[in-house]
């Protein structure tokens, strides 16, 4: 752990002095602190998407961050903000906060440094099974150079790449490259304290321009631990504590906002042309941007993002890889009939309503008002930072309207309308601090917390057997494993069928640095529980979920067929009498494993 720990701070360090030398060319002693941000993003950006266009072989969505950087880097040095913060300052408290997130996330428990894996359930959170297929797609990136999620490619073959966010995934593959660590290792000790240092330092440049005095600092410092320590009451839960999502999508959020704030439009629409490549889904905010201050952009803004976009689909249009899609799996007509069918104004009706009455909404409405009162009271209208995260929050939402039916995961646009608008809280704490009026930001402050005790001891309730991880390691050797979950009784809890379909996903995948994948092999269980879920995931997930191998041949036929190295069966599958007379490799509490080197006699 202390390499990974030594490993990452220096990659901080190297992602600062590259993002500094290419915007700068030589080293600037001072400059404010969002160029120090902005430097050590643009840094990162540059060495990230730079492996990756090497190892992908140039096929990559990164491809497109490299121009846009070199477009963006003469806006970035027009930058002009009175406060200065030294260079050494910033790189001090940078890995300061980095070394004491590395930490933070374990609580200080320091058993973890001899003991990591039994953390790793504590920093992801109850959702575990979303921890496997992060640790998974990281390693399919990073041992094939092929950006998919999709673990079908191991069974049928690699065809193209999959619409996803792949940065943190390249750089967590760099720093295996240099390190070769268990990938939910590198994820999770590398690669979220990274990010979530990111995340406070742009929570931090939000205020910086405004920083004089001491007072003004320590009230800061205040909010800063607040956000990471104790969370924002109904807003956000503590940094420390956020996942995957979060920690990557609030900085580049807070990036582009502040920069709208500071009416920089060329450098916020390059900011978040970056944050598309980094997820799709910050397309409509994207396209927001440039609707709404479309009179404020240069004749070649307008055409960049163009350029941009056409790029961006012929990207996927060229290299979108032939397998069923995990998030549009209906064709063109039958999405476009489910997205304007008959109940099309109820859900308008419904989202709207609810979105309305929620309290991010309030949080937007309140900045509203505080930013543009004298405006509105005039009835002028004004475009501003605060209207541009208006109508994201409105455009959010109703693309959530119309892809509700089509898409199991629509639900991650009203997270992203929801998380966009909470930003909005530092902006409202910004209006009165601007104002130097100290004693209300420490109010809301003291209103908006409360106590979450970081040192607390963690609980390790976990039924993990080490045995079979170090089968699968001696049986993977370093290669992919292609094995069969057997168990068509199993259900969808939810909708999220993912940790069921197509493989079920499993931790002790680590064993080969979770290179090991099960596929589902009858879905008439899954499919049989699709029917007990909301009706509105219903159509997507029936024409989603389809069987993988041909039943009629028999799962001795489909092994050989498949060359499938391992078999999970469950004890009360039909299809356990099948293996009778075979010495299991493993036996679980539930489920029986085999191992296969050779074809099986039928």
């Given amino acids: 752990m202390i390499t990974i720990l030594a490993l990452g701070v220096l990659l901080f360090l190297v992602f600062y002095l590259v993002g500094s030398f290419f915007l700068q060319l030589r080293f600037i002693n001072q400059c404010s ?10 840094g990162l950006l540059l060495v990230v998407s730079v492996y990756a266009v090497i190892k992908a072989a140039f096929v990559t969505i990164l491809f497109l961050v490299l121009p846009v950087l070199f477009w963006m880097r003469p806006m970035i040095l027009a930058f002009t903000i009175d406060v200065q913060t030294s260079s050494l300052r ?3 408290g940078a890995i300061s906060t980095y070394v004491f997130l590395f930490f933070l996330q374990v609580n200080f428990q320091f058993d973890f440094l001899q003991n990591p894996f039994n953390y790793l359930d504590h920093i992801h959170g109850e959702d575990a099974e ?12 990073h041992y094939t150079g092929v950006e998919t999620i999709s673990p079908e490619a191991v069974l049928k073959g690699f065809s193209g790449v999959s619409m996803y966010h792949f940065v943190e995934f390249w750089l967590g593959s760099l720093f295996k490259t240099l390190h070769n660590e268990k990938s939910d290792y590198v994820l999770f000790y590398f690669v979220y304290p990274l990010f979530k240092t990111f995340g406070l330092l742009t929570v931090f440049a939000v205020f910086a321009d405004k920083i004089k005095g001491r007072n003004s600092l320590l009230l800061v410092l205040v909010v800063i631990f607040c956000y990471l320590v104790l969370g924002i009451r109904w807003v956000f839960e503590p940094a420390y504590r956020m996942q995957l999502r979060e920690i990557v999508m609030i900085p580049m959020f807070l990036l582009a906002s502040k920069s709208l704030q500071l009416k920089y439009y060329s450098v916020t629409v390059a900011l978040l042309m970056i944050a598309t490549v980094v997820n799709i889904l910050f397309l409509p905010a994207l396209l927001v941007m440039a609707g709404l201050f479309f009179c404020k952009l240069r004749k070649w803004n307008i055409i960049a993002v163009v350029i941009f976009l056409v790029l961006y689909v012929l990207f996927f249009y060229f290299f979108k890889e032939q397998v069923r899609d995990k998030y549009l799996s209906t064709g063109i007509v039958e999405t476009v009939s489910l997205a304007l069918g008959d109940s099309l104004i109820n859900r308008t009706y419904r989202v709207l309503l609810l979105a309305f009455l929620s309290y991010p ?3 937007i409405l309140s900045f509203l008002v505080l930013k543009n009162y004298k405006m509105l009271k005039d009835k002028a209208l004004v475009f501003d930072l605060a209207y541009w995260i208006l109508f994201c929050f409105l455009a959010y939402h109703l693309a959530f309207v119309v892809l509700a039916k089509v898409s199991v995961d629509s639900d991650q646009l009203k997270r992203m309308a929801y998380l966009l608008t909470s930003l909005a809280f530092f902006f409202v704490l910004y209006e009165f601090f601007k104002k130097r009026q100290f004693a209300v930001c420490f109010v809301i402050m003291l209103l908006m917390t409360d106590f979450h005790y970081p040192l607390a001891k963690i609980s390790m309730k976990r039924n993990y ?3 079979l991880e ?5 049986l993977g050797k370093g290669k992919f494993l292609r094995g069969l979950f057997v168990d068509e009784n199993e259900q969808l ?9 197509p493989t079920h996903v499993t931790e002790y995948a680590r064993g080969n640095d979770y290179r090991m994948h099960l596929f589902t092999y009858d879905v008439s269980g899954l499919r049989n529980s699709i029917s007990k879920l909301a009706p509105l995931d219903q159509p997507a997930l029936y024409k989603t979920i389809q069987p993988l191998f ?3 041949k028999g799962i001795i036929e489909n092994i050989n067929h498949h060359e499938i190295d391992l078999v999970w069966v469950s004890k009360d599958s039909r299809y356990l009498s099948t293996f009778k007379g075979l010495t299991p490799f493993h036996e679980l509490e539930e489920y029986l494993i085999y191992s296969f080197e050779s074809p099986i006699a039928q």
């Avoid at 297929?133 to 990136?141: K, N, P, R, T």
């Avoid at 170090?470 to 001696?474: D, G, L, M, Q």
């Fill in 33 to 42: 602190f969002l160029q120090h941000v902005l430097s050590f993003w643009v």
């Fill in 90 to 92: 910033f790189v001090c």
């Fill in 130 to 141: 979303e921890r496997f297929i992060y640790s998974s797609i990281l390693s399919l990136l």
């Fill in 361 to 363: 909404f309030r949080v």
């Fill in 465 to 467: 057997d080490h045995e």
């Fill in 470 to 474: 170090n089968k699968v390691a001696s």
């Fill in 493 to 501: 809890p939810n909708q999220w069928y993912l940790y069921f379909y």
């Fill in 550 to 552: 041909s039943i009629e």
